[in-house]
Protein backbone atom coordinates (compact mmCIF):
# COMPACT_ATOMS: atom_id res chain seq x y z
CA UNK A 1 0.00 0.00 0.00
CA UNK A 2 1.09 3.35 -0.99
CA UNK A 3 -0.12 7.05 0.82
CA UNK A 4 -0.31 10.05 -0.44
CA UNK A 5 -0.87 13.39 1.39
CA UNK A 6 -1.00 16.53 -0.69
CA UNK A 7 -0.52 19.77 1.07
CA UNK A 8 -0.35 23.59 -0.34
CA UNK A 9 -3.29 24.58 -2.19
CA UNK A 10 -5.18 27.34 -1.57
CA UNK A 11 -6.48 30.98 -2.97
CA UNK A 12 -4.38 33.00 -4.94
CA UNK A 13 -4.74 36.02 -7.21
CA UNK A 14 -4.00 35.36 -11.01
CA UNK A 15 -1.10 35.61 -12.32
CA UNK A 16 0.58 34.66 -8.66
CA UNK A 17 1.95 31.20 -7.80
CA UNK A 18 1.43 28.08 -5.25
CA UNK A 19 3.62 25.12 -5.19
CA UNK A 20 2.05 21.60 -4.34
CA UNK A 21 3.69 18.82 -2.37
CA UNK A 22 2.63 15.29 -2.50
CA UNK A 23 4.34 13.01 0.33
CA UNK A 24 4.43 9.46 -0.38
CA UNK A 25 4.94 7.15 2.19
CA UNK A 26 4.25 3.28 2.60
CA UNK A 27 5.53 0.39 0.10
CA UNK A 28 7.10 3.01 -2.90
CA UNK A 29 9.04 1.24 -5.66
CA UNK A 30 12.27 1.88 -7.25
CA UNK A 31 11.08 2.47 -10.98
CA UNK A 32 7.81 3.93 -10.59
CA UNK A 33 6.05 7.14 -11.25
CA UNK A 34 4.11 10.07 -9.83
CA UNK A 35 1.73 12.33 -11.60
CA UNK A 36 -0.79 15.39 -10.69
CA UNK A 37 -4.38 15.49 -11.88
CA UNK A 38 -7.12 17.95 -11.21
CA UNK A 39 -10.32 18.12 -11.38
CA UNK A 40 -12.37 21.13 -11.95
CA UNK A 41 -16.56 21.42 -11.07
CA UNK A 42 -18.76 20.18 -13.68
CA UNK A 43 -15.37 18.97 -15.99
CA UNK A 44 -13.60 15.54 -16.22
CA UNK A 45 -10.00 15.26 -14.34
CA UNK A 46 -7.77 15.57 -16.49
CA UNK A 47 -3.57 14.89 -16.06
CA UNK A 48 -1.57 17.85 -15.25
CA UNK A 49 2.43 16.77 -14.90
CA UNK A 50 3.97 13.42 -14.67
CA UNK A 51 7.94 12.74 -12.86
CA UNK A 52 9.50 9.14 -13.13
CA UNK A 53 11.72 7.65 -10.39
CA UNK A 54 14.19 5.07 -11.97
CA UNK A 55 16.42 2.96 -9.70
CA UNK A 56 14.94 4.91 -6.83
CA UNK A 57 16.22 8.32 -8.15
CA UNK A 58 14.07 10.76 -9.10
CA UNK A 59 14.48 10.80 -13.12
CA UNK A 60 13.71 15.18 -13.60
CA UNK A 61 14.46 14.47 -17.13
CA UNK A 62 11.94 12.31 -17.72
CA UNK A 63 9.06 15.21 -17.28
CA UNK A 64 6.24 15.58 -18.97
CA UNK A 65 2.85 18.25 -19.03
CA UNK A 66 -0.23 19.33 -20.28
CA UNK A 67 0.09 21.73 -23.12
CA UNK A 68 -2.27 24.21 -21.09
CA UNK A 69 0.40 24.22 -18.43
CA UNK A 70 3.52 24.00 -20.26
CA UNK A 71 6.06 26.66 -19.36
CA UNK A 72 4.22 27.57 -16.33
CA UNK A 73 3.89 24.38 -14.45
CA UNK A 74 7.10 22.69 -13.10
CA UNK A 75 6.93 19.20 -11.21
CA UNK A 76 9.86 18.33 -9.16
CA UNK A 77 10.94 16.11 -6.23
CA UNK A 78 12.63 15.98 -3.39
CA UNK A 79 14.13 11.58 -3.50
CA UNK A 80 14.99 11.90 0.77
CA UNK A 81 11.39 12.84 1.57
CA UNK A 82 9.83 10.57 -1.06
CA UNK A 83 7.69 13.96 -2.19
CA UNK A 84 7.24 15.29 -5.33
CA UNK A 85 6.17 19.06 -5.80
CA UNK A 86 4.06 20.94 -8.57
CA UNK A 87 5.41 24.44 -8.67
CA UNK A 88 2.49 26.42 -10.37
CA UNK A 89 3.18 30.14 -11.97
CA UNK A 90 1.31 32.59 -13.90
CA UNK A 91 -1.61 31.34 -12.42
CA UNK A 92 -5.30 31.85 -14.03
CA UNK A 93 -8.58 31.77 -13.66
CA UNK A 94 -8.97 28.39 -15.22
CA UNK A 95 -6.15 26.22 -13.09
CA UNK A 96 -9.17 26.48 -10.37
CA UNK A 97 -9.34 22.86 -9.52
CA UNK A 98 -9.14 20.30 -6.93
CA UNK A 99 -5.69 19.02 -7.76
CA UNK A 100 -5.06 15.21 -6.84
CA UNK A 101 -1.27 13.64 -6.64
CA UNK A 102 -0.76 10.12 -7.73
CA UNK A 103 1.08 7.15 -7.92
CA UNK A 104 2.07 4.68 -10.82
CA UNK A 105 3.73 1.61 -9.22
CA UNK A 106 5.55 0.19 -12.10
CA UNK A 107 5.54 2.99 -14.63
CA UNK A 108 2.58 1.37 -16.39
CA UNK A 109 0.48 4.45 -17.11
CA UNK A 110 -2.09 3.12 -14.76
CA UNK A 111 -1.94 5.01 -11.24
CA UNK A 112 -2.75 2.37 -8.54
CA UNK A 113 -2.85 4.94 -5.74
CA UNK A 114 -4.54 8.93 -5.17
CA UNK A 115 -4.25 11.26 -2.75
CA UNK A 116 -7.22 13.09 -1.09
CA UNK A 117 -6.93 15.96 -3.09
CA UNK A 118 -6.11 19.94 -2.20
CA UNK A 119 -8.22 23.28 -3.64
CA UNK A 120 -6.42 25.55 -5.47
CA UNK A 121 -8.94 28.36 -6.30
CA UNK A 122 -7.36 31.27 -8.89
CA UNK A 123 -9.18 34.76 -8.70
CA UNK A 124 -9.44 37.53 -10.57
Known amino acids: QVQLVESGGGLVQAGGSLRLSCAAS????????MGWFRQAPGKEREFVAR?????????????WYADSVKGRFTISGDNAKNTVYLQMNSLKREDTAVYYC????????????WGQGTQVTVSS
Open 26 to 33: GRTFSNSA
Open 102 to 113: AYDAAISGQYDY
Open 51 to 63: ITWSGGILYSAST
